[in-house]
């Protein structure tokens, strides 16, 4: 059994900086491709990043590329998201997901395993 855990939302001024964190148990981190997604009350849950196993390729949404950042450290089993010159619009729940599939994962239904989410505010 794999859970994953969120920790670093909070309030931010617009412009301004955050960086979420995920911490993993269970299972064999390293082998799985990991994920961050946001969602908002009445939309669907939107991609927001995603980075491989073994080499560390990332790829993001049009939306936050050149803004946010996802790492992981293998040894930590943890992945972490970068988040810069936020914008009101990236108010949302955060939640961090484990696919056992290999490559770049852009789609929800690809993920097996997620968090509880963390909520990120940002104000005008």
Known sequence: QVRLVESGGGLVQAGGSLRL???????????YTMGWFRQTPGKEREFVGTITRYRDTTTYADSTKGRFTISRDNAKNTVSLQMNSLKPEDTAVYYCAAS????????ATEYHYWGQG???TVSS
């Open 21 to 31: 964190s995920c911490a993993a148990s269970g299972g064999t981190f390293s082998q």
């Open 100 to 107: 056992v599939l290999a490559g770049l994962r852009t789609r």
């Open 118 to 120: 963390t909520q990120v």
